[in-house]
């Protein structure tokens, strides 16, 4: 008896371990895109400014190293830390 009890504590802690690795995937890697998914979010990304080329241009370059774009035309950026954190020489955000 003493051994079923032992495997039904560690199924329901396996379970549990599972179900909280899946949330923080989810919470943490909310914006994880597939290379493929960039050029779409980065169209609607760019959607409102009148300088589209180099946008869709940087937000692409972004995309593909943080696979991850923020939602919205503009701001959120603290939803993507490493397309927030991306700045230029001259310390300006690199990401639009």
Known sequence: MAKSGYNASFLLLLSMFLILLTFSNVVEGYNKLRPRDCKPRCTYRCSATSHKKPCMFFCQKCCATC????????????????????KTQEGKPKCP
């Not at 774009?69 to 603290?78: F, S």
């Open 67 to 86: 696979l991850c774009v923020p939602k919205g035309v503009y701001g959120n950026k603290q939803s993507c830390p490493c397309y927030n954190n991306w």
